[in-house]
């Protein structure tokens, strides 16, 4: 059993909270970005040394490799993102990084045999906030292992074209143009591949209040949920707000409101606490307040492990689009979905290994926001480990985790780790 260093973690977090610092607390750290490419020299500069060889591949992911006692066993990869969401926290993805620094420090400092070759990794643009989608370029480096319907959505020319949300300081038009101007365009031959790398862990944020309600430090993850998204439109007349009649207007809001009342009382009758079901987005036709609107249509994002679960939620929502509400149509539209992926076995026990002979309290846990693991949990064997957030808050300015609870992560994934290079050839 070997432990990290809580000085060494704290004057990570310290140092990578600099970068992107908002002035209040959090940051703002768009993928290949100023801010970003100052957390990027610092893990370069950390990670030189202690003796690692950097590489990083065309979509600008960096890899830095410390040798293992077996100079042809493959490595065992560890990492997460350092870029962020708008004045987002100094925890989601970075602490990920920061953990797998630790991991390879440790290593170093502590002269801890081991046979694989160990990496520590950063991987571009994970949140998708400047360039959209999120996870683009564990999508683009994985495509040929995701099922056909996730991997047409990261097909590597649509996301070069990606534009940019708006315009940020030093930013291009295209995700394709910042990569070329970033500097850290690298070789398609250091992209993560199943014939160097054996296995790959993630360390996260929970993001969520299930280890701070049940007093535990470290989540033991065996799986990402599975959930769709969906779009409802529902359909009206516009006419003057002034001028025309209640009993004859087919007021598109109105029934959108109806509609959303409807599907919460009867998803919530299905009794499943675990269920989440979201609706975040709406949008509004022509959004005059003089008019009546003629069109809105709603998002609904649904995530449970059971596909059962899942499906009980699309019969609610086929029934809505059955149905005429306020004098409108409903019409209903799948953006994507995704089955729910579930950690390699083995490594999910190495991980509860690790973190009960270390004495860290822990329990098991699913993952209810998507990791750029989970593309790669389709090429390696993949697991993830999480770490206790603060009133559950994260994508936000207040997230915070204890130095010392990513101090316990880092510990049990490097214990973790450990248990995988003396398991496996
Ligand atoms: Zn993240």
């Given at each position: ?5 809580l ?17 209040h607390?959090?940051?703002t ?30 979509v ?7 040798p ?5 066993a ?20 970075i602490?990920?990084v920061m953990s ?10 502590q ?5 694989h ?28 292992y ?6 047409k ?9 990606s ?12 995700f ?32 969520g ?40 207007r ?23 606490p ?14 005059v307040?003089?008019?009546?609107p003629d069109?809105?249509?709603?998002s ?28 409108c149509?409903c ?6 979905k995704?089955d ?22 822990n329990?098991m846990?699913h ?5 750029d ?8 064997p ?24 990513c ?8 214990n ?7 398991a496996?050839?």
């Amino acid at each position: 059993m070997y432990t990290c260093s809580l000085d060494r973690m704290t004057d990570k977090i310290k140092t990578f909270s600099k970068f992107g610092d908002a002035g209040h607390g959090g940051i703002t750290r768009y993928s290949l970005s100023p801010e970003a490419k100052m957390a990027r020299e610092e893990f370069i500069k950390r990670m030189k040394a202690i003796g690692a060889e950097i590489e990083i591949d065309d979509v600008a992911n960096i890899y830095a490799t410390i040798p293992g006692s077996d100079p042809d066993a493959k490595r065992i990869v560890t990492g997460s993102h350092c870029d962020s969401v708008k004045n987002g926290g100094n925890y989601d993805g970075i602490l990920g990084v920061m953990s797998a620094m630790e991991v390879l420090e440790t290593v170093v400092e502590q002269n801890i045999p081991h046979k694989h070759p160990l990496t520590a990794m950063i991987w571009t643009n994970e949140e998708g906030s400047l360039y959209p989608p999120a996870m683009m370029v564990s999508g683009i480096v994985c495509n040929d292992y995701l099922p056909p319907e996730i991997a047409k959505n990261f097909k590597y020319e649509n996301m070069m074209a990606s534009k940019a949300m708006e315009a940020h300081e030093g930013s291009a038009d295209t995700f394709g143009e910042a990569l070329d101007a970033s500097g850290y365009k690298g070789d398609k031959k250091y992209r993560l591949n199943p014939e160097q790398y054996l296995c790959n862990f993630e360390a996260h944020i929970e993001q969520g209040p299930i280890l701070e309600d049940n007093g535990n430090d470290i989540g033991v993850v065996d799986c990402v949920l599975g959930m769709f998204n969906y779009s409802l439109k529902f359909t009206g007349f516009a006419a003057h707000a002034g001028t025309f009649p209640m009993d004859k207007r087919h007021d598109a809001l109105y029934a959108a409101s109806q509609a959303l009342c409807y599907l919460h009382d009867e998803v919530d009758k299905l009794g499943r606490p675990e269920l989440v079901y979201t609706t975040g987005e709406i949008y509004c036709h022509p959004c005059v307040h003089t008019v009546i609107p003629d069109e809105v249509e709603f998002s609904l994002d649904v995530r449970h492990e059971d596909p059962e679960v899942r499906a009980k939620v699309m019969e609610i929502v086929k029934d809505i689009a059955s149905k005429k509400w306020a004098g409108c149509d409903c019409e209903i539209r799948e953006n994507w979905k995704r089955d729910t992926v579930y950690w390699n076995e083995k490594l999910v026990g190495y991980v509860k290994e690790a973190a009960d002979e270390a004495g860290i309290s822990n329990q098991m846990i699913h993952s209810g926001a998507g990791h750029d693991a989970q593309f790669v949990a389709y090429m390696l064997p993949t697991t993830m480990i999480f770490v206790q957030t603060k009133d559950g808050l994260s994508h936000c300015e207040p997230e915070y985790a204890k130095p010392e609870h990513c101090t316990s992560g880092a510990t049990v994934l490097l214990n973790a780790i450990l248990k995988a290079d003396a398991a496996f050839e």
